[in-house]
């Protein structure tokens, strides 16, 4: 059953309405062109058959405003004319899907909306095809990119580990001897009451006591960096690991962890937006059989999204309500029961209404809206959770309370 709307004056909808309606399809009647094209706007018809003899608003502006509307453009459009009509327009098969001779034979206008209907739904299957194929290209680079970049970002993190290992372990002992010579220079103080003119001068030009009060702290901080920047590496390396062995047990509170400290530069206040507070819930979970490099990349695209959502919602707010907005990523984790688990990164930021929210979450999730590369990375995000993983991934939006991202998957793989 097809919804129809016909544009065309009373003798001539009569007719067709009775016909179509036997015929089993949900016919509308709008009986001139104004009224046809805001009834058309109304109810996103599947076919509209207009007679070419309107009254108020020519058929041809019909056609024209009907071919400019997004979602009217993809009905078929079914011109009922004259043949003197038919003559006098050059440009028919270019505005119209199809068109009929007046006066109105029964069985050919069934079957021209036969043709009409199976044609639309072939055109449209084949956009869908056409987008799906789009979409599956696009994870394709985006998943070869991210697998690059991270065998690229692992090289060169192991290659700094390298320096750093030398630097770190090198440290302890400059400390050790540091702490050594300034006890030996406290012995020579100490046995030398009454040194020269010479080292005394030496003494005060150098400040040898804030010296030897500074020298420990110089090397202490120097080992505090050096092991941030071991921790950095390590969890770069953790993060984008290899996944050729296949699948392994992963602990989701360090991927969780890692991604974090891969995001931790986004989070501090910038202009317009206070600092991203991060909250977090962690269950005490066990460990998760999976493809952990892939699993880390999901996580990242989400918390990453998360992030571009405060960040908008800190740039509509005018200047008084951003400076009271706090924004806030809470990530929490727990066990659903005996062979799933759940993680929820949920954010505070402007969300959409909750109509927009329940017609469009799955068209979201798989990245099917018109702008989708906007929405990319939870596209990707959908294909490791949902086909690579076998589990949920699950997007909540309320306004006022933002939006939440609800993770489950199993514990094994199957």
């Known amino acids: 059953m097809a919804k129809i709307l016909t544009i065309a004056d009373s003798v001539t909808w ?6 179509l309606e036997k015929e089993g399809h949900q016919v509308k009647v709008a009986s001139d062109g104004k009224d046809g094209f805001d009834m058309a706007r109304e109810l996103s018809p599947d076919v509209i058959i207009c007679d070419g003899t309107l009254p108020q608003i020519h058929w041809l502006e019909v056609c024209r405003l009907v071919k400019a509307d997004r979602e009217l453009s993809t009905g078929y459009f ?66 070869e990119k991210m697998s690059n970049l991270g065998e690229l970002v692992s090289g060169i993190a192991h ?35 009454n040194p020269d003119a010479e080292i005394m001068q030496k ?14 702290k110089i090397v202490s901080s120097m080992r505090t960096g050096s092991d941030r920047i071991r921790q950095i590496i390590l969890s770069v390396q953790d993060f984008s690991r290899s996944d050729r062995s296949g699948w392994q047990l992963f602990d989701i509170s360090d991927g969780l962890e890692n991604t974090l400290l891969l995001l931790q530069h986004r989070l501090p206040a910038r202009d317009g937006r206070r600092d991203i507070k991060v909250m977090k819930e962690y269950g005490n979970l066990p460990q998760v059989e999976c ?124």
């Open 14 to 19: 009569e007719v067709v309405q009775e016909l």
């Open 78 to 143: 079914l011109l009922l004319t004259t043949p003197e009509q038919f003559a006098e327009v050059q440009e028919l098969d270019a505005l119209v899907d199809d068109f009929l001779l007046k006066p109105i034979v029964k069985q050919e206008l069934l079957g021209r909306l036969r043709a009409g209907l199976r044609e639309r739904e072939l055109r449209l299957e084949l956009a869908r095809t056409q987008q799906e194929l789009q979409l599956s290209r696009d994870r394709s680079l985006e998943s």
């Open 159 to 193: 290659e700094i580990n390298n320096p750093i290992t030398f630097i770190y372990s090198n440290l302890t002992h400059v400390q050790s001897y540091a702490t050594d010579l300034i006890e030996l220079l406290r012995l020579y103080q100490k046995q030398l009451v």
């Open 203 to 216: 003494q005060q030009d150098m400040d040898v006591e804030f010296l030897l009060d500074d020298l420990l």
């Open 291 to 414: 493809y952990a490099g892939q699993l880390n990349q999901a996580f990242l695209n989400i918390i990453n999204h998360a992030i571009d959502a405060l960040e908008e919602s800190s740039q509509e707010l005018d200047e008084s309500e951003s400076v009271k907005f706090r924004p806030v990523i809470l990530i929490s984790t727990q066990v659903i029961d005996a062979q799933r688990i759940a993680i929820e990164i949920a954010d505070n930021g402007m969300a959409i209404s909750e109509e927009i929210a329940a017609e469009n979450s799955d068209n979201f999730l798989m990245g099917k809206p018109a702008e989708y590369s906007s929405t990319l990375g939870i596209a990707v995000s959908y294909r490791i959770i949902v086909e690579q993983h076998k589990g949920e991934l699950k997007y909540f939006s309320e306004p006022g309370k933002g939006t939440k991202f609800r993770i489950e998957i199993p514990l094994r793989h199957s």
